[in-house]
């Protein structure tokens, strides 16, 4: 019998895809080359941060900066392991790599709601896309899902399982629909074609290097405090979230990529709080003489969230660290360096 090459077992899209050619080289070099997707951003540029730490990686930032920013990454720029483009996910691209760490998409509700359109695009078309080269090129690749497919969720806590409560067609919809259609693709591809595939769902998340006037809860009232403002919440006030320190969040990722459970795994943390509670925890901290004031909310807005992360502790060992107490401040200093306002002695 002829013996077959990985490119056969490639091409017949059946057969799961073998590791990039380079692995049979001689002269391979046992680096992980690894691709993000929105890299340039606020979660993806503190990935970039971490996986850049081990020297056996090799980093590829794709962004279209439409949220993300070469701020965030600029320390790495002309670094020998680093590699940026810019480039829009709605567009094919094609590099060599191992791992795909797939992000690329705007995640605070002004910004995906900008330009919906363009939102789910990004959702569908840019993961369509990562999935073709993680297939051609023998890639793993992780989705960053989100919190947001339980929608208006009827079920509290949120585990996996619970498959969500979700408007099709309202303003959210082309974040909340759009992601819930990347983890099909994501599936699809995993149950066609054997891609090796992760879903993350990632909840609220904060921290140092988040757009000063990101519209996100935590950012906005960090900022007002800051600056003096009245800190806005939107009404009624007892909605509710649970806020993800960010380095957390970047760990869970990366135990999501190197283990060997699928998902879709819930990375969050479990700390429940009312938006008014936060308003007062920010004011406390930040600046008491801020007023806290209500005002009008915007369509389908969630009543509740909180995570399960009983599998995310089983497959992956993993639970946040960071109190919303120790993580605030953190980001507090942040925002005063990038505003220029120094905390008052
Ligand atoms: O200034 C503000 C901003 C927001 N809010 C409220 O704070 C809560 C959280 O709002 P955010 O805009 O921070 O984020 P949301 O929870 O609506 O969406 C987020 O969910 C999880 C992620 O996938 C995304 O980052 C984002 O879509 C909402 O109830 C909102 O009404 C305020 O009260 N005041």
Redesign the pocket.
Known sequence: MASKSPKDDNQDGKQPPLPSPLRFSKFFQPNMRILITGGAGFIGSHLVDRLMENEKNEVIVADNYFTGSKDNIKHWIGHPRFELIRHDVTETLLVEVDRIYHLACP????Y?KYNPVKTIKTNVIGTLNMLGLAKRVGARILLT????VYGDPLVHPQPETYWGNVNPNGV?SC??EG?RVAETLMFDYHRQHGIEIRVAR????YGPRMNID????????IA?AIRGES?????P?S???SFCYVSDLVDGLIRLMEGSDTGPINLGNPGEFT??E??QTVKELINPAVEIKT?D??PD???Q?KPDITKAKEVLGWEPKFALKDGLPLMEDDFRKRLGVAKAK
């Open positions: 995640a605070s509700p002004i995906y899902s989100t919190s947001e959210r974040y909340d992601k990632i909840f609220n998340t990101d519209g996100r809860v935590v950012s906005n009232f007002q800190l806005t919440v939107q009404s006030g909605q509710t979230r938006v008014l936060l308003a005002v909310n915007t807005d969630p009543k969230r």
